[in-house]
């Protein structure tokens, strides 16, 4: 299906898409997991095209509405919208959508998450905190740092190293969060930020941390992926506080 530069596709399912793409950018800056105007949320389309929704270059989170969401190929070219894309997005975020079969990737820096990329762990203890009990078994960690991911190669690497994770850790740069609903991926995207904020500000303390026994974690792990309600509903009350922009 071909597409116009400056115009999306207008299908029920594409326009929801994006608004929910969207809202949940504007949800991220709220919340404070933002970075100036770096980082990428995309979605993939659901038609088996391999073309994904992301947000454009240039634009803080807070400014976004779905008219502001770019749509490209699994190759990273631009196939409608109004705005570019930034470089990186394309490498990191194609590549993920088409190696891991992501359907939703969020990509932070969010600061807390990020600190505990910078430590020898490189990532969360998830038999911590409650919060952080709901990722067990779910994170994978990427100690390696190439640079930029400026190229096919970069983004490849990185997405190979999910290894069926929905939750990577990339050393001393931030992290990626995937899912299969925009409403889920935000609900982990937030309460992975909550989890590392709590460790972070455990070990402030010099205290010895208390994890946990396995098992424990595991079970917590299974009763928040058997039940994802409170994360739609979580999505739904961001909905009715973070309205379109209207321009």
Known sequence: MSAQPDSLPHSSETLALRADLALA????AHHGLEEGVCNHFSVALPDGSDRFLINPRGLHWSEIDSDDIVMVDAKGAKLAGQHDVEATAMFIHAAIHRIARKTCVLHTHMPYATSLTLTARRGLDTRLSQNAMRFHGRVAI??????LALDTAEGERIA??????????????????????????YDDLYFLERACQAEVLALSTGLPLEPVPETMARHVAMQIQGERLQSTL???SLRRRLPTIGR
């Open 25 to 28: 950018l504007r949800a991220a």
């Open 142 to 147: 990427d100690p390696r740092y190439d640079g």
């Open 160 to 185: 190979r190293a999910m290894s069926g994770a929905d939750v990577l850790f990339l050393g001393n740069h931030g992290v990626v969060v995937c899912g299969e609903r925009i409403d889920y991926a």
């Open 234 to 236: 979580f999505f739904e």
